[in-house]
Nanobody, 115 residues
Framework: QVQLVESGGGLVQPGESLRLSCVAS????????MGWYRQAPGKERDLVAV???????SYADSVKGRFTISRDNAKNTVYLQMNSLNAEDTAVYYC?????????WGQGTQVTVSS
């Protein structure tokens, strides 16, 4: 059974930072493409960042230069370092895993940026 468990969300002020973590189990993490998506109230779920099994990364234009995705295959964990947060980053953030046969989602973690 595949599980993706996110942590690290919370309430921060504009300009502050957060690091999200997602621990994966039940899949071959090292060969999975991992990603972070987010969904704000009333909006669709959008891609934030992706990291391939080889370590290549891509980002949504809105987070380039502020967010960094990374992975630790020894810990089956993918991270999202978020700097210079602003109100538009407020959303539920979801961890995503894509393997050769399926895709999986975590339960989400809330990030709220407010003064």
């Amino acid at each position: 059974q595949v599980q993706l468990v996110e942590s690290g969300g919370g309430l921060v002020q504009p300009g502050e930072s957060l690091r999200l973590s997602c621990v994966a189990s039940g899949l071959r993490f090292s060969i999975s493409r991992m990603g972070w998506y987010r969904q704000a109230p009333g909006k669709e779920r959008d891609l934030v960042a992706v990291i391939t099994s080889g370590g290549s990364t891509s980002y949504a234009d809105s987070v380039k230069g502020r967010f960094t995705i990374s992975r630790d295959n020894a810990k089956n964990t993918v991270y999202l370092q978020m700097n210079s947060l602003n109100a538009e980053d407020t959303a539920v953030y979801y961890c995503h895993a894509a393997t050769l046969v399926s895709v999986y989602w975590g339960q989400g973690t809330q990030v709220t940026v407010s003064s």
